[in-house]
Every structure is written in C-alpha cells, then in structure tokens.
C-alpha cells in the first residue's frame, strides 16, 4: 500500500504583478511539472511529487508559480539573475489533471494501466500512479501499448527474473580494444567466412566424390565391362518334374494323403539330394562329359574349369551350373541346368531325369523286395505242413486199416445198442418163464445161453472199442490218432489260408509303395543366351559396392570419433 503524498501550498502570481489580479486567483492554480520540494517530515517514497495544477483563463496575464514558504530567502521579490524562467501554460495546453481525466474517458483495461506502469519503469520514469505513466510516456514519444515495447518488457522481465548467482571472476589480461566494427568491415568479414565455408564444402565434396569413384564407380565399371565384354553367353534348359505314389484301393485313414505331395515329400527331398551330390556330378562327366564342356577355352577366365581341377573345384562348378529346387506346396522338382551350348544344355538336362527316374525306382525296390519275400516264404512254409500233416493222416488210415474211425465207432455203437436190446428182451423172458410155478427147464436153459452169449458179444465189442488185442489197436486209440492228426492238418491249411492272405496283401502293400516320375515340363534348348545378364549384374554389383562403402565409412567416422573423445 502506497500513502500518497502531500504537495506543498504555492501561490501564484502574474509575471507582472497586479495586486487586484493576484488576490482574484485561487491559491490551488499551478504550472505542469513544476518540482516540488520534498517534506522533511514525509517520506517520498522515492518519487518526486507534482504539485497539482490549475489552468488560468486565457484573458488573464500569464502567471508564475512562487512557493509559498514561510521563510524568506533574503532576495525579496526580485528573481535572481542566472535563475531559469518560470514554466508558464500556453492558451492550448491542458493541465495534467485534464490529460488523465481524458486517459480515464479512453476505458483502459486494468492490464494496459499495468504494462503501461512497466514500460515506464523500464525507461527508468518514476510515476505516481498507471495514469500517470501513460500520461508521461506519451509526452514522451513513446507508446506504452505498442507490440514492441510488450516485448521487449517480456524479454526483460524474463531475464530479471533469472537467479544471479555469485560468478567466479578471471583475471583477464588487458587486451588492446577492438577495432570499431564498420558496416563495410563485418560486410567484408561475413563475405571471407561465408568463402571458407564454400571453399570447404567444395573441398569435402571433391574428397566425397574421389572416394565414390574409387570405392564404387571404379568397381560398378570394370563389373560392367566384364558382363557386357568378357562374359561368355551360357544357355539355361528349364524343367519341372514330379514323384507320384501308385493309387490305394484300401480306405481308412492310410488312404487319406495317399496321391498328394505328402506322400512323396520325402522321396522328393531324396532325389533332390541326389541329383546335386557328387555321385551325380561324377556320373554325368562319365556319360557326356561335364568337366571337358567347362574345360573348353572359348569360356572366359572366371567360368573356365582348369583341366587339372579337382573334384571339390569339379562339383562347385556343377552346384553352380546345376540348379535343382523342391517346391513343398505342389511336391514340384524344377531343375535348371546351364552350360555354354544349348543342344549341350539339353542333353545335361534330359540325362539327369532320367537319373533321378532311376534313382525312384531303387527307393522302394528293396523294401518291395522284402515285403514280397517275407510273404513267399511264408507261404511255402504253411504250404509244406499243410502236405505232411496230410500224408500223416493218409499213413494213419493204410496202417490202422481204418478210413474213418468215427464212422467205425459209430458201427461198433450200434451193434452194441442192439445186443443190449436183445439182451434186455431176453432177461424178460428169462423172468417169465421163471414166473411160473413150474418153469420149462428146457426153454429156460435156451434163454440163459443166448443171454449168456448176448453178453459175450457185447463185451467182445466194448472190448475192441477200448483194448488192444493181437497187436491192433482199440478203436478209441485209432480215433484218437486220426483226431490228432486230422487237426493237424486243418491247423496247417488254416495257416497256409493265412500265408496266402498275407501274401496277397503284401503285393498290395509293394504295389503302393511303386513310385513313378512324371514329367511335367520337357527340357528344350533355348534360342537365345539366358546369362550374364549385364544390366541386372552390373546394377547390383553397384548396390553391393556403395553398401561396403557406406559400411566401412560409417565405421571409420565412429572410430574416429571414439578416438578423437
């Protein structure tokens, strides 16, 4: 809170004093800015107070601001000679009160009062209140409410309201003075740096492109004269083959891949793997001569097989040459095969099917093989006991002299069923004739005898069904023997029936695992050269050049700041 300050009173009277005149004006009128001398018994705050000011009636005689003091300051009434002249208003003037009762009339936020204070403050104005430091800033020439001055307050109030912190000081030497910097001089100056700039830009750009050239053009240029001039013209024979399993006629989940390419994936891969081994590089120098076409001196330096090569430099030349890929979405072989003549190429192409034909063929020969012979022993084996067990029977039935001992005891049985019958009869009779008081004694004898031998008959029969006698042998034994025999026999045609199943699967089985190439796309020789192809080659080659450039260049800047840290 500011308590505002007291203006001392002043008198006024005309420059030309006119006592009528004098006594007519209030004591309350005063010239602007007139200085005001400060009370002793007041604090000022630090700024100087105005005395307020009244304006005088444009008829009356201009007037002079006198302080109204007590004490004289032994001059009287008379001026001194070296003093300024009073501050008089002009008839069009307003007084200060005037000026911000018309600053109050424009509406000023409080903001702009505000900023207005600030800006006054900064040009080191020392006001009263806000109206007051629009009041003075405009007398001034300066406009408190201008984009500029709001800066620059903002920029100065940020850098006041930075924390000054005690700094270390240096004791510097003393240094001559600069020389004053001209326009002309910083122009010339700029120019010279703005020169060493360019000049070292055209320095490093000249380095840029030396090292481009060496490391990347150079290369990309001699790649390119070797692919258009030197490189020999090498033919392609394109062709796509596929492995295909025999139909199955069983069902079941066996049946369910049969005839894909899962079937034969495995078989693929095998004859893939074949076809690029050594054994097949080794069997088409034999046939056709592999290492003779590569050895020919119309190929050039870099594609020629030296005559004395090795097998390793033999077979890298092939893998290059030979180029063979499965395809296990479709179980497709494709196949290409290079060489410097295209009837060559062919040739190359066509006896390398018919290598990998083979080759599918003995895949499964073997196990074919086996299956079919596991099955045909078998069955001869089954088929051979199934004759001993029958020429046993047969021997059982000429020694025995019995053909079928069942049927034998069944007779045996019947006859002893009858005599048991006659038997029975003949005890009833015996107990009828015995029944009377007087039995016939004759015919009770008859009865006794054929009961007698009835019985006799029985035993005998019973007897040969279970007793040897004479060296032959009982019924039961003889059927015994034949029982065992006879399921001897039927034990053995059951097991040859099961050989001969098992052999009929087993053909089956061999005929499933037949494997058949089938060609889909025939190989034949290209009219027109396939490789090098020049432009492809000598754009990657480029490609390749500038990223071992761009490696080894980042690689050197990051050991060389390394180093340099």
């Not at 509406?107 to 800006?119: K, S």
């Not at 500029?148 to 003075?177: F, G, H, M, W, Y």
């Not at 020969?365 to 084996?381: F, I, N, T, V």
């Not at 020049?534 to 700041?561: D, H, K, P, Q, W």
Request: aromatic share 6%.
């Amino acid at each position: 809170m500011i308590t505002p300050t007291k203006a001392k009173k002043f008198r006024i009277r005309r420059a030309t004093p006119t006592p009528s005149i004098a006594a007519a004006e209030p004591a309350s009128t005063a010239l602007p800015d007139m200085p005001v001398a400060p009370d002793p018994q007041r604090p000022t705050h630090g700024t100087p107070v105005r005395a307020p000011m009244q304006r005088q009636h444009p008829t009356e005689a201009p007037m002079i601001v006198v302080p109204d003091t007590a004490e004289d300051d032994g001059f009287g009434p008379d001026r001194y000679p070296t003093a300024a002249p009073d501050t008089v208003l002009g008839p069009t003037e307003r007084t200060p009160e005037e000026e911000i009762a018309a600053i109050r009339a424009e509406g000023l936020t409080g903001r702009q009062l505000r900023m207005a204070r600030r800006v006054a403050q900064r040009h080191g104005i020392e006001v009263t209140s806000d109206f007051e430091a629009v009041r003075v800033l405009r007398r001034r020439g300066i406009d408190p409410f201008q984009r500029s001055n709001i800066l620059d307050l903002v920029v100065s109030e940020a850098q006041e309201s930075k924390i000054q912190l005690p700094q270390t000081t240096r004791q510097t030497p003393q240094l001559p003075a600069a020389q004053q910097l001209t326009p002309e001089r910083r122009a010339a100056e700029i120019l010279k740096v703005q020169r060493s700039i360019a000049r070292r830009r055209r320095r490093k750009l000249a380095l840029l492109m030396t090292r481009l050239a060496f490391f990347v053009m150079l290369p990309t240029l001699i790649a390119g004269w070797y692919y258009f001039a030197i490189a020999t013209p090498l033919y392609a024979t394109r062709s796509e083959f596929v492995i295909q399993q025999a139909e199955s006629q069983a069902g079941g989940l066996g049946s369910l891949f049969s005839g894909t390419q899962f079937a034969t994936s495995q078989d693929s891969i095998t004859v893939q793997g074949y076809m690029q081994s050594r054994e097949a590089m080794k069997r088409l120098d034999r046939d056709l001569g592999f290492r003779n076409h590569w050895s020919q001196p119309g190929i050039d330096p870099l594609q020629r097989l030296a005559p004395d090569a090795t097998d390793e430099a033999a077979y890298r030349t092939y893998k290059r040459n030979v180029k063979i890929g499965y395809d296990p979405t479709e179980g497709i072989i494709k196949m290409e095969v290079i060489a410097a003549d295209p009837e060559v190429s062919t040739a190359f192409a066509e006896a390398l099917i018919g290598y990998a034909e083979e080759q599918v063929d003995h895949l499964t020969q073997r196990l074919r093989a086996d299956q079919m012979q596991g099955a045909r022993e078998s069955y001869a084996d089954a088929e051979a006991k199934v004759q001993a067990a029958q020429a046993r029977v047969l021997e059982m039935q000429e020694k025995l002299g019995v053909l079928d001992p069942i049927s034998e005891n069944s007779v045996v049985m019947q006859q002893i069923g009858t005599f048991e019958v006659q038997l029975a009869q003949k005890r009833l009779e015996l107990q009828q004739l015995n029944d009377n008081a007087q039995p016939n004694a004759a015919r009770v004898s008859g009865v006794e005898g054929d009961i007698a031998r009835l019985q006799n008959m029985i035993g005998s029969l019973r007897a040969q069904l279970t007793e040897s006698t004479g060296g032959t042998a009982s019924l039961a034994m003889i059927s015994g023997q034949m029982r065992i025999a006879e399921a001897e026999l039927q034990t053995r045609q059951l097991m040859l029936s099961q050989a001969a199943q098992q052999m009929e699967v087993a053909r089956i089985e061999a005929n499933k695992q037949v494997r058949y190439l089938s060609t889909g796309v025939r190989p034949l020789a290209p009219d027109e050269p396939t490789y090098p192809r020049a432009f492809e080659n000598t754009l990657v080659a480029m490609l390749i050049f500038s990223g071992l450039y761009l490696m080894l260049s980042l690689t050197a800047s990051i050991l060389r700041e390394q180093v340099s840290a």
